[in-house]
């Protein structure tokens, strides 16, 4: 059994069809069907029920199907982490979602860089479901995210779960109230929540916490990113939920309130492949628990 047979078959598990799996694979059909007809003469059981449409898999199709995918991430991970090793010009590329820009990526990545002042470090502006596809592609070796994916391919380490606040336009009513802000407060104003695409994104985490509540907020206006988020908030267009490092972020028109609930967190979370141990990546967490350890942040800690 090969790598290939192993392709072919989670392209027809996947399409359910095998002439959508011989366009995705960019071969012909018969010799799709002869492979996979192969595949299950050497294994000596069916994996696809016969003349089923669409296509059903058998139980051991099934199990097969997933164990399948996993050593073909590991195999992309293996390429990788090896290429890796080989190469004299370390390069390190690091995916980031841009709320992390406004808290301590900066002072992680300076103290990182003293370290290793001669790799070659490289930024990527990536929300959390396209870091985990880059991840696995070999485009970045680390990404900080926000959102509790499961992906058998990709180790994540939540770092902390960092509170959310509320941006509101400057002179706003609710600036005025000089205690934390209830869901129900500010569900009565316009929400501004971000990135509209992919999907689930930060909105999708800011709406469950409003639904976990049973608070439903007025009006949602689903907008492109985090900037325009806070540019809209600025001009009275709505207030927005963001994480609370955005208080680096200073803007004369923004003004900044904490939220009385104690589920308006947003966890920080540390994803690399999951056969990767390179010291870069051992050495960039422990630079992050130095940090959180100075600024005396509460988390839990874990090791690579
Ligand atoms: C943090 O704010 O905790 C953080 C930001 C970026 C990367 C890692 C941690």
Redesign the pocket.
């Known amino acids: 059994m090969e790598l290939r047979h192993l392709r072919y078959f989670v392209a027809v598990a996947d399409e359910k069809n095998f002439t959508r799996a011989a366009a995705r694979l960019n071969i012909a059909q018969p010799p799709l069907s002869r492979q996979i007809q192969q595949l299950e003469d050497e294994l000596g059981v069916v994996l696809i029920e016969k003349g089923s449409r669409p296509l059903r898999l058998t139980e051991a199709g099934k199990f097969f199907h997933a164990h399948a995918q996993e050593l073909l991430d590991k195999a992309v991970d293996l390429k990788a982490m090896t290429q890796r090793v080989g190469k004299l010009d370390r390069k390190f590329a690091i995916g980031?979602v841009a709320s992390?820009l406004y808290?301590?990526?900066p002072e992680?990545v300076r103290r990182f860089r003293g370290r290793y002042q001669t790799l070659d470090i490289s930024f990527h502006e990536l929300t959390t479901v396209e870091q985990l596809q880059a991840l696995k592609d070999g485009r970045i070796d680390v990404g900080?995210g926000r959102l509790k994916s499961e992906d058998p391919a990709i180790r994540r380490i939540v770092?902390?779960e960092?509170p959310l606040i509320v941006a509101l336009p400057v002179g706003h009513r609710l600036t005025a109230v000089e205690r934390p802000l209830t869901l129900s407060e500010v569900a009565q104003e316009p929400l501004l929540v971000y990135p509209r695409q992919p999907r689930p994104s930060f909105a999708d985490q800011v709406l469950a916490i409003f639904r976990d509540r049973m608070v439903a907020p007025h009006k949602v206006i689903e907008v492109r990113e985090l900037q325009i988020a806070i540019g809209l908030v600025g001009a009275g267009q709505g207030i927005a939920i963001v994480p609370k490092?955005l208080q680096g972020m200073v803007r004369t028109d923004v003004v900044y309130r904490a939220l009385d609930d104690r589920l308006a967190v947003s966890p920080?979370i540390?994803s690399v492949r999951q056969m990767d141990r390179s010291p870069e990546l051992v050495n960039m967490l422990d630079v992050?628990y130095e940090i959180?350890d100075e600024m005396g942040?509460a988390h839990d800690k874990h090791t690579l």
Do not use: D, M, V
């Open positions: 980031f992390t808290g301590l990526l992680i900080f770092l902390r960092e490092s920080i540390f992050i959180y942040i």
